[in-house]
């Protein structure tokens, strides 16, 4: 199974900080990468697809890049309803796996 | 306007059945693949398994961890997908969410899980 690390496992920004979060796939999965935000008791959103893609939607503000088997998430300008966890998801190869999440909170 | 609404959801003794529901509505159902994704309480997302389209055979991916022991399966002509659940473990206490493989775009990648439900909280408990 394709093993998806990601870090870091939480960081505190301040509003209109930048963040960036990185997800490490233990082998190559080519641009199958998607990023997602959760907030607590609600279902995820799904922000990025193919690496870099955005959904119908999705603000500029997110953006998805790949080096190799590292793929980053960049947040810009973060707003209070940013706060939330982020998650990424390799669907390479079955069975699919995600990443452990980033919780990124208020500091 | 696209919608997935998760049913079938409650507590179920370990060792027991329980089988789960995805209304679809909003688009043509029988066209998509669609995924069991799960979360047990504070815990992380976890891929359980797809269903893929009548053209596709209907055939199904399974997570290792329920293997053998979930099943996926549809009917086209109710827009549901559902993920029949036996042999319970206290582990896969869950909120269950389903999710769409959308379309391809002008690139022809799939917006892949591009939609979610709203989840039903399935617990294992004694």
């Known amino acids: 199974d394709i093993q998806m690390s990601q870090s870091p496992s939480s960081l505190s920004a301040s509003v209109g900080d930048t963040v960036t979060i990185t997800c490490r796939a233990s082998?190559?999965?080519?641009?199958?990468l998607a990023w997602f935000q959760q907030k607590p008791g609600k279902a995820p959103k799904s922000l990025i697809y193919a690496a870099s893609r955005f959904y119908s939607g999705v603000p500029s503000k997110f953006s998805g890049s790949r080096s190799g088997t590292d793929f980053t998430l960049t947040i810009t300008s973060l707003q209070p309803e940013d706060f939330a966890t982020y998650y990424c998801l390799q669907y390479s190869a079955y069975p699919y796996t995600f990443g452990p999440g980033t919780n990124v909170d208020i500091k | 306007e696209v919608q997935l609404v998760e049913s079938g959801g409650g507590l179920v003794q370990p060792g027991g059945s329980l089988r789960l529901s995805c209304a679809a509505s909003?688009?043509?159902?029988?066209?998509?693949?669609m995924d069991w994704v799960r979360q047990a309480p504070g815990k992380g997302l976890e891929w359980v398994g797809r269903?893929?389209?009548?053209?596709?055979?209907?055939?199904?991916e399974y997570a290792a961890s329920v293997k053998g022991r979930f099943t996926i399966s549809r009917d086209d002509s109710k827009n549901s997908l559902y993920l029949q659940m036996n042999s319970l473990k206290t582990e896969d206490t869950a909120v269950y969410y389903c999710?769409?493989?959308?379309?391809?775009?002008?690139?022809?990648?799939?917006?892949?899980?591009?939609?979610w439900g709203r989840g039903t909280l399935v617990t294992v408990s004694s």
């Open positions: 082998q190559d999965i080519n641009t199958y």
């Open positions: 999710a769409r493989r959308g379309d391809r775009d002008s690139s022809g990648y799939y917006y892949d899980f591009d939609y």
């Open positions: 269903g893929r389209d009548k053209p596709n055979g209907h055939t199904t």
């Open positions: 909003g688009f043509t159902f029988s066209d998509y693949y």
